[in-house]
Nanobody, 116 residues
Framework: QVQLVESGGGLVQPGGSLRLSCAAS????????MSWYRQAPGKERESVAR????????NYQYSVKGRFTISRDNAKNTVYLQMNSLKPEDTAVYYC?????????WGQGTQVTVSS
């Protein structure tokens, strides 16, 4: 059974930092493309960052480039999203997604709120 469990969300002031984690199980993590998405109230879910299976190829949404960093530890079956210089417009539910040969899988999401 595939499971993706996000953690690390919370309330942070503008300019602050958070590190999200997504622990994966039930599939071969080292072969999966891992991504972070987010969905703000009233908006569509959007891609934030994407990592190839080895971590060598990484892509970011333009609005988070230079502020967010996606990384993965294939030994721990975990993908991370380090978020720095957070802005109120980063407020959203953040989801991790695994793209595998079996299909796509999503976590339950973790809330990130950036507010003073």
């Amino acid at each position: 059974q595939v499971q993706l469990v996000e953690s690390g969300g919370g309330l942070v002031q503008p300019g602050g930092s958070l590190r999200l984690s997504c622990a994966a199980s039930g599939f071969t993590f080292s072969s999966a493309v891992m991504s972070w998405y987010r969905q703000a109230p009233g908006k569509e879910r959007e891609s934030v960052a994407r990592s190839s299976s080895t971590g060598e190829n990484i892509n970011y949404q333009y609005s988070v480039k230079g502020r967010f960093t996606i990384s993965r530890d294939n030994a721990k079956n975990t993908v991370y999203l380090q978020m720095n210089s957070l802005k109120p417009e980063d407020t959203a539910v953040y989801y991790c997604k695994a793209t595998t040969w079996m299909g796509d899988y999503w976590g339950q999401g973790t809330q990130v709120t950036v507010s003073s």
